[in-house]
Nanobody, 127 residues
Framework: QVQLVESGGGLVQPGGSLRLSCTAP????????IGWFRQAPGTPGKEREA???????????YYKDSVKGRFTVSRDNAKNTAYLQMDSLRPEDTAVYYC?????????????????WGPGTQVTVSS
């Protein structure tokens, strides 16, 4: 069973920064793409939206248009951890952020295609 764990969320003022981390205790992530998704408050029926993804070879596959230039995805395979550095945060970035992976699917914007998810970490951008 692959279990992912996110950390690093919190409350930050507009314009601030946070760095999210994603790891998988007992499972090596280095061969798999890691996707970052988010779900905004009040949207429980909507599919989680894709924010970014990084492939196993450390090549970034994509960023959601609204986060380009502000968010940076990376990974450190030696630490078995992926990161999402979020700068210049805006109130509309407020959401629960999830990392996800799949043993058979690479980077995808389709949340339903991925089998393994973390519980999520809350990011709140507010003054």
């Amino acid at each position: 069973q692959v279990q992912l764990v996110e950390s690093g969320g919190g409350l930050v003022q507009p314009g601030g920064s946070l760095r999210l981390s994603c790891t998988a205790p007992g499972f090596k992530l280095d061969l798999y793409a890691i996707g970052w998704f988010r779900q905004a408050p009040g949207t429980p029926g909507k599919e989680r939206e894709a924010v970014s993804c990084i492939g196993p070879n450390n090549i970034t596959t994509y960023y959601k248009d609204s986060v380009k230039g502000r968010f940076t995805v990376s990974r450190d395979n030696a630490k078995n951890t992926a990161y999402l550095q979020m700068d210049s945060l805006r109130p509309e970035d407020t959401a629960v952020y999830y990392c996800a992976t799949d043993l058979w699917v690479g980077c995808t914007k389709v949340a339903g295609a991925l089998d393994h998810w973390g519980p999520g970490t809350q990011v709140t951008v507010s003054s």
